[in-house]
C-alpha cells in the first residue's frame, strides 16, 4: 500500500471548470507538498503546507491533519494548467513519500 | 540564484554502459536528493546526501548504484554496467535545512 494515494488518476475539464484533485496519506507528517509536472519537463513545487490553506493566483491548496487529506484546487482552469499534478509528504525526516499524480488535461 | 541543475538532460548508453548523472544544487544548499521516475511510475526516492556523507541510502538499489557529494563540485549519480530497466528520468532535488526541496529539471536515461 502506498503512503500517499492521489484521485483521480486522469482527469478532464473544460476550459474554466473548478478543479479539484484530492490526496490522502497514511504516515505521519511535518509537511505536505503539491508538485507540477509538465509533460517532458522537469517538476515545479507549488506549495508546501502542513496546516491550514494556502492561495497562490488561481490555485489553493487545503489541508486538513486531523484526517490525513489535502486538496489542490484551480480556479477557472486554463488549458496551460494541464500537466501531472503530485502530491508528496515528508515525516520529518528528509525522505519525500510521492503520490502516483493526477494527469490533468484542460480542453478549450 | 540559479536552480538545481542537472546534466546531461537526455543520456543515451547502451547496455553495459555506466552512466554518470550530475547535479549542481542552488547556493547555499548543501543537501542533495536523488529521485528517479519510471516510465508510466510515480517519483521514487534513491538518496540523500549532505556534503561528503551519505545520509540515507535506502532507496537505492543494492547493486551497480552510487552516489557522492564531494567537498567541492555537483553531486553525481552513478550507474555502472546499465541495464535496460534502468531508463527513467533520474530528478535531483536541493534544499537548506527545511522540508522544502527544489527539484532539477531531471536527466532523462534511455538504455539501448
Known amino acids: 500500500k502506498n503512503e500517499v494515494e492521489q484521485s483521480p488518476q486522469n482527469l478532464t475539464a473544460q476550459e474554466g471548470e473548478f478543479i479539484t484533485i ?28 502542513s496546516s491550514g490553506k494556502k492561495k497562490h493566483g ?21 488549458p496551460r494548467d494541464s500537466a501531472v499534478y503530485i502530491c508528496a509528504v515528508t515525516e520529518g525526516g528528509n525522505q519525500f513519500y510521492f503520490g502516483t499524480g493526477t494527469s490533468l488535461t484542460v480542453i478549450p | 540564484n540559479a536552480g538545481v541543475m542537472q546534466n546531461p538532460r537526455h543520456l543515451v548508453r547502451r547496455r553495459g554502459q555506466e552512466a554518470r548523472l550530475r547535479c549542481s544544487p542552488m547556493k547555499g544548499h548543501s543537501h542533495v536528493y536523488w529521485y528517479r521516475q519510471l516510465p508510466e511510475e510515480g517519483l521514487k526516492f534513491m538518496v540523500y546526501l549532505q556534503k561528503e556523507n551519505i545520509i540515507d541510502e535506502s532507496g537505492m538499489p543494492k547493486e551497480r548504484f552510487s552516489a557522492e557529494f564531494p567537498k567541492e563540485g555537483p553531486s553525481i549519480l552513478r550507474i555502472q554496467q546499465v541495464v535496460r530497466g534502468d531508463s527513467a528520468a533520474y530528478f535531483c532535488a536541493s534544499s537548506p535545512m527545511t522540508d522544502t526541496q527544489y527539484f532539477g529539471p531531471g536527466t532523462r536515461l534511455t538504455v539501448l
Open chain 1, 22 to 49: 484530492n490526496c490522502s496519506y497514511s504516515v505521519g507528517i511535518s509537511a505536505l507538498h503539491w508538485l507540477q509536472q509538465h509533460p517532458g519537463g522537469g517538476i515545479v513545487s507549488l506549495f508546501m503546507l
Open chain 1, 58 to 78: 488561481r490555485l489553493i491548496a487545503t489541508i486538513n491533519i486531523q484526517e490525513k487529506h489535502s486538496s489542490l484546487h484551480i480556479t477557472a482552469s486554463h
